[in-house]
């Protein structure tokens, strides 16, 4: 337990649908990340937010969109998505942006499957 | 792209030390080295960092070479559960403070 929920855990969606993740962390922290993570490839950074402001955008396609409402909530909204999209999806919080102990404790990730 | 290199795999008997090596010739003076491992379906879990000196918490041991172009994560006694990817990376210390996995070393702990 990391103090990083995500939720869904598992999604299957067609390509027209829409729909959210959520992730949740319970530590105070104030910077939360997206990353992507593709089967045998490495983990992708996607969207970094601090303090509720996006700090990061690693040219990610737009039908993947993040919300940040407070710095204990991310949200990624998926909408026409591909089945090249079908990833697990990770979740991550810190304290803060740079330093030397900001290591990130991340959620158990979302199983995405686009059909 | 990823600024370390890592063994694909390694085998390791439990009960034993595995000693996870990692090459980061490029590393520059303010990088630190960190090291996080991803057991199977859950999320990347942060081990141990360090900058120069060796390092040592309840997880493992960190052993920097003193020209800091390489490292070893050493799990001094392993266990079945420490069956994981090893991800060994160098962080830039900005603002941006990005993370960049490469793939990592898959460890294997045999009974």
């Known amino acids: 337990e990391t103090g990083v929920t995500q939720t869904p855990r598992h999604l299957v969606m067609g390509m027209t649908n829409k729909k959210s993740l959520k992730c949740e962390q319970h530590?105070?922290?104030?910077?939360m990340y997206w990353y992507k993570q593709s089967a045998k490839k490495p983990l992708e950074l996607m969207f970094v937010y601090n303090f509720k402001e996006q700090t990061e955008n690693n040219s990610v396609p737009s039908r993947f969109s993040p919300e940040c409402p407070n710095s204990s909530h991310l949200f990624l909204h998926l909408h026409t998505l591909q089945p090249e999209d079908s990833a697990l999806y990770l979740c991550a919080s810190s304290q803060g942006l740079g330093g030397i102990r900001n290591e990130q404790f991340f959620g158990p990730g979302t199983r995405l499957t686009v059909l | 792209d990823a600024k370390t290199t890592q063994p694909t795999s390694m085998d390791c008997a439990e009960g034993r030390a595995a000693n996870l090596p990692c090459n980061h010739s490029t590393i520059s003076g303010n990088e630190y080295v960190y090291w996080y491992r991803q057991i199977h379906s859950q999320g990347p879990q942060y081990i141990i960092h360090?900058?120069?000196n060796n390092e040592t918490n309840e997880m493992a041991s960190l052993i920097i070479t003193e020209d800091r172009k390489s490292s070893t994560l050493i799990l001094p006694h392993a266990t079945l559960r420490d069956t994981a990817v090893y991800y060994c990376?160098?962080?830039?210390?900005?603002?941006?403070?990005?993370?960049?996995f490469g793939k990592g070393t898959r460890l294997h702990i045999l009974p």
């Open positions: 360090g900058l120069k």
């Open positions: 530590l105070g922290h104030n910077a």
């Open positions: 990376i160098v962080r830039v210390l900005n603002r941006d403070d990005k993370i960049i």
